[in-house]
């Protein structure tokens, strides 16, 4: 319950500060934490927490395009989950449930590779988490000794993106992918900032994307994009 508790107030800080969250879901053994190490080494780790043995594992990753992203590391998924897990785990699943895109890693080197994403995308239904895009990442290519299954795997998940988590392959078109898909959210923009509004200009430089800046005696102009949730704090402003 206390880590329920944490896991809450974290969340409701983490939404005031828009920042976007990827919860990594997938069958146990599919290479979650393996993927969420390597996305770490692949790009500025800013935060690592590890909250509770059975708290997800968050860190904070900057995208390609310069926005910062928080990867959650899921509790492994079996088949007939145990009501007595689910209940140890809520704090993991309502993690999921308030993510903004789901990354479902998918070991295709094992034999009921289909039946266990089955059986993932048949848990994030029964835990309510199918509001949120979801992108398969197919890992281990590898160790794929059938190029065959690949082809296969990718007409099953048209949304998906082959990857070695291992060695790395693949990873930096996912992150595009991943960011193309969180940006669908972003509104433009185009505000005149008072100087003494600097917390505003700071928010847009973290969270938005920013193409024209422009400092003048009234305040500075910024043209650029920003998540829809955030706008509303910058109506007051808009040009």
Avoid: C, W
């Avoid at 959210?185 to 430089?205: I, M, N």
């Avoid at 193409?211 to 829809?228: D, M, N, S």
């Amino acid at each position: 319950e206390l880590v329920r508790q944490h896991r809450a107030r974290y969340r409701r800080k983490r939404r005031r500060a828009a920042i976007p969250t990827v919860a990594i879901v997938g069958y146990t053994n599919a290479g979650k934490s393996t993927l969420l190490n390597a996305l770490s080494q692949a790009n500025v780790l800013v935060a690592d927490m590890l909250f509770a043995t059975l708290d997800p594992t968050t860190r904070r990753v900057k995208m390609p395009g310069g926005r910062e992203v928080l990867f959650t590391d899921t509790v492994g998924f079996i088949q007939k989950l145990p009501t007595t897990l689910v209940a140890a785990f809520r704090a993991t699943l309502e993690e999921i449930g308030e993510a903004d895109l789901i990354l479902h890693v998918i070991d295709i080197t094992h034999r009921n590779a289909l039946q266990q994403a089955a059986t993932v995308a048949t848990i994030l239904e029964e835990i309510g988490a199918t509001h949120a895009p979801l992108i398969s990442a197919l890992n281990k290519i590898d160790r794929l000794a059938d190029p065959s299954i690949l082809s296969t795997l990718l007409a099953e998940f048209p949304n998906s993106i082959p990857i070695s988590a291992a060695t790395g392959q693949g990873i930096d078109l996912l992150l595009t992918r991943i960011e193309e898909v969180l940006n669908a959210d972003l509104v433009p923009l185009r505000v005149r900032l008072p100087y003494q509004q600097s917390q505003l200009l700071a928010l847009l430089h973290e969270h938005g994307h920013i193409r024209r800046e422009e400092y003048g005696p009234q305040g500075t102009l910024v043209e650029g994009l920003i998540p829809a949730r955030l706008s509303a704090q910058f109506r007051p402003f808009a040009l």
